[in-house]
T-cell receptor, first 112, second 109 residues
Framework: EPEVTQTPSHQVTQMGQEVILRCVPISNHLYFYWYRQILGQKVEFLVS????????KSEIFDDQFSVERPDGSNFTLKIRSTKLEDSAMYFC??????????FGSGTRLTVV | KNEVEQSPQNLTAQEGEFITINCSYSVGISALHWLQQHPGGGIVSLFM???GKKKHGRLIATINIQEKHSSLHITASHPRDSAVYIC???????????FGPGTSLSVIP
């Protein structure tokens, strides 16, 4: 069964550093999403992306965050200057017409 | 106010028991998802429903659109069913998913 692949599975970074989280959505999907889950809390929406542009973003998704689809397969989330409170599990998801909504296995980001 | 609520928050069951987890939501939706998450793990999609009932193995999901309510049932529960079960909704197709708080299930041998 097709999967959404996320790399790395775990990333540790120093506060203030930039991180890029990578996702490879299912190949024929057209709608892409990032979510995050702070430890012990529910999953929260960050941003949705369609047709090479952001279609919706939450208030969490401030100027520190950006998303990009640099080629036909990757979908990335960049955090420019990480803060301690950015420590969370980040999930990518994708969907398309007639397809289910598929989540990746997540990247655990730890900011120290 | 949370748009998606679940009950119970925590559930402990003996192996073999029939389990029900409930979800209620306050918005109009195009689809409702039941998801499973193991500790420290990724999110696995169990069901996507827009009406009626779906069954997969020992899992059954139902939805009542008029009452804005859904249930997830697990028959003949097993310790490997121990996980967090999350109800989530989409207001329209291709929309973001709005997550509930999850129900933490522990099945004891």
């Amino acid at each position: 069964e097709p999967e959404v692949t996320q790399t790395p599975s775990h990333q540790v970074t120093q506060m203030g550093q930039e991180v890029i989280l990578r996702c490879v959505p299912i190949s024929n999907h057209l709608y892409f999403y990032w979510y995050r889950q702070i430890l012990g809390q529910k999953v929260e929406f960050l941003v949705s992306f369609y047709n090479n542009e952001i279609s919706e973003k939450s208030e969490i998704f401030d100027d520190q965050f950006s998303v990009e689809r640099p080629d036909g397969s990757n979908f990335t989330l960049k955090i420019r200057s990480t803060k301690l409170e950015d420590s969370a599990m980040y999930f990518c998801a994708s969907t398309s017409t007639g397809s289910g909504y598929t989540f990746g296995s997540g990247t655990r980001l730890t900011v120290v | 106010k949370n748009e998606v609520e679940q009950s119970p928050q925590n559930l402990t069951a003996q192996e073999g028991e029939f389990i029900t987890i409930n979800c209620s939501y306050s918005v109009g939706i195009s689809a409702l998802h039941w998801l499973q998450q193991h500790p420290g793990g990724g999110i696995v999609s169990l069901f996507m429903l827009s009406s009626g009932k779906k069954k997969h193995g020992r899992l059954i999901a139902t939805i009542n659109i008029q009452e804005k309510h859904s249930s997830l049932h697990i028959t003949a529960s097993h310790p490997r069913d121990s996980a967090v079960y999350i109800c989530a909704v989409q207001k329209t197709s291709y929309d973001k998913v709005i997550f509930g708080p999850g129900t933490s299930l522990s099945v004891i041998p």
